[in-house]
Structure formats: C-alpha cells, structure tokens
C-alpha cells in the first residue's frame, strides 16, 4: 500500500497534453511526477514511490519500446499506462509484452484515464488484502493452538493462585507476590487475545456517526494514568463531519493512536486532531490529522511502522498500528505517517457521504476535549 496520495510519473514531450494530465489527476488527489524526454526520466528520482507511470509511446529520443524495460527494472510494482496518437497493432502488441497495464489512444479522455487508474488501485488494493489474509491465515491457524494450551495453562495458574492466596492470608509480602503472578498471568492473557483479535476477520456494523463523538470516546477509554498530564486538541472545522462508520471499531483506532503519542512523549504530551476535505478519485474523504509533540519518527521506523509486531516500546505486542490499518482499510480508507518537522502525525483519509444534516460543526476557537 502507498502512504500518502499515490504518485503518477507523467512521461510526454507536448507541454498542452502533459499539463492537461496534471491538472486532472492532480484534481483527483495524485502526487505528479513529470518527465518529457527520455534522459528526463532517467534522471535520479524516487521509483519505488510510484503508483504509476503515463508513458506517451513515441518520445523526441526514443520509442516506448526502448524505455519501458528499464522503468520495469526501477519501478517493478508501478502500473504503466502507454497513451499514442499512433496506433497500430504491432505496436501495441510490442508494448503489451512489456507488461502495461493499459493502452490509451490520443487525444486522451479524461474518464478513460481515470477509469484505468481505479482499475489499477482496485488491482493493488485486492493484491495487497490477499497477501494480507495469508499472513493473518498464518498467524491464525497458529494461535489457534497457542491459545488452546495457553488457556489451560493460565487456568490452573489462575487456580492455583486462588488456593496459594488462602493458605498465606495475613502474610502481606506474600499477598504481594500471588498478586504480581495474577497481574502477570492476566498481561499474558491479554496479549494473547490482542494476538487473536489482530487475526481474525473483521466485520464491520456502520452507522452515521458525528466524529467527534469518536475521539471524545476513545479519550475518555484511556487509563488515569495516561491521561494525567496529557492534552487533547481539536482545530476547529466549518465542514460536517458525518461519516458511515462502525464507531467500536474506530473508537478502537483513535485509542491505539491516542496511547502511541502519549508513551512517546517524554512528559506532558499534547495531542492534536485537524480535520480537512479530501478526495481520491470521484471519492469524497475527510482527512483527520492526528499530531503530537514527540520526538517524532525516524526513517527506520517509518519504514516499519505498521508491520505487524513491530514495536519501539519495551512492552506490547507491536499490533496496535497493525490493527489500526486494518480497521481503516475494511472501511475503504486509508492510514499512513503524515509529515511533521516536530512530533508524529499519523493522517487517517475515510470515505464519507455528503453530511445528511444541514448543521456543520464550526467552533471559532480551538476546543479543549480534555486534559
């Protein structure tokens, strides 16, 4: 999956057909690369970011033919769509071979484009929920057997516990200690079902929710502890912030972020949620900013971060990012780090309707949630 909005590198020596491309993909929320020769788009550049290249077949220094082995070479997993004023069927037939992912003819449609490209996302977005499920099968089929055993081990600990805590009633040292294996065996418990969870299918109840609510919730859901010197803020909005949701679920998300930034910060620690309008494609979005003042991300971290047992804290499972991106993407949307010069911003795009009432949330100052 791509992090932030897919990048298209556009490859066409006419500057009216390569400006009208950037204008209308940049209008569907791509990232635009541009290139107009061949030794342009050889020049160093970020090829493992592209989603996808928009090749024009016949370049003033060479042909299609000549450049498309070395683009498969630099960026293997971007789709390559050929646009020509020429076609022929040797020609196409040539490219094809190349493993492109379309073939569009000039002058080019709009909606051909943008039907190809979202046959492209729908393509990475299966390829990745099927390797996806593989590893979560995996993973599954084994916890399956961890937790059988494990149950009945944490069973008679949590037994024998109970009897060891009879026979040493008025010790207080060793009251002390039952309570410390208790404590542990109910950590281990606890891990072991995030471990399931993480797993198993998820099933999503939606409802038009106010997103607001969401936040408020998952806030209050944080121990005492976490939140004794922590600061929740949200920027004010002049856009409804109706969406069709499962508010357990997101709940869910805003808490497992909300408790990353807090055991970041060194100290008092404040949150900030913003919110803007967004769209991928013919799809509306709302884009919800979640930052905090941190020490931010490193470039391995970044990296990793949403890796399934991947974690920078010396307790947990490393599943809380990994759960999040799952909930987000089962409801057709998208989760990435955002960039931030100081602290982490983690940037959550939701598809949502119009808002099915006339009231919009807008406040003219920034609203304190909680401290």
């Not at 909300?258 to 991928?280: P, Q, V, Y």
Request: hydrophobic fraction near 40%; include cysteine.
């Amino acid at each position: 999956m791509y992090s932030r909005n897919p990048r298209v590198l556009i490859i066409e020596d006419d500057p009216d057909t390569r400006s009208n491309l950037c204008d209308i993909l940049e209008i569907d929320g791509y990232d635009i690369d541009v290139a107009a020769t061949i030794a342009e788009t050889m020049q160093p550049r970020d090829w493992e970011s592209l989603f996808a290249i928009i090749l024009d077949r016949r370049l003033p220094d060479g042909s299609a033919d000549l450049l498309l082995p070395m683009i498969r070479d630099l960026a293997p997993k971007a789709a390559v769509i050929v646009v020509t004023g020429n076609a022929d069927l040797e020609g196409a037939i040539g490219v094809i071979r190349h493993g492109i992912a379309d073939f569009i003819p000039k002058p080019i449609d709009p909606d051909m484009l943008r039907a190809s490209l979202a046959r492209t996302v729908r393509l990475r977005e299966m390829e990745e929920r099927a390797r996806q499920d593989e590893r979560l099968a995996t993973i599954g089929r084994m916890m399956a057997s961890v937790a059988h055993e494990s149950r009945n081990a944490l069973q008679r600990i949590a037994a024998s516990t109970d009897l060891l805590e009879l026979s040493v009633a008025g010790d207080q040292e060793a009251l002390r200690d039952v309570h410390n294996v208790r404590s542990a065996a109910g950590d281990l418990q606890a891990m072991l079902e995030e471990i399931r969870s993480f797993a198993s299918s998820i099933h999503l109840h939606r409802q038009e929710v106010h997103l607001d609510q969401i936040w408020v919730k998952a806030w209050g859901h944080l121990s005492p502890e976490l939140k004794i010197e922590s600061t929740l803020t949200v920027a004010p909005n002049d856009f409804p912030l109706r969406c069709y949701v499962d508010p357990m679920r997101m709940v869910q998300v805003f808490r497992n972020l909300f408790e990353n930034s807090i055991a970041a910060c060194s100290g008092k620690s404040n949150i900030t949620i913003r919110l803007e309008k967004a769209s991928r494609g013919p799809v509306k979005c709302v884009r919800i900013f979640v930052t905090d003042d941190g020490p931010g991300l490193t470039e391995c971290q970044l990296a990793q971060l949403f890796e399934p047992f991947f974690t920078t804290k010396p307790e947990g499972t490393g599943l809380g990012l990994a759960i999040v991106r799952r909930i987000i993407d089962a409801h057709g949307g998208r989760v990435y780090a955002g960039d931030n010069s100081e602290g982490a911003t983690f940037v959550i795009e939701l598809p949502c309707h119009q808002d099915a009432s006339n009231s919009a949330a807008d406040s003219s100052d920034r609203t304190e949630v909680a401290t």
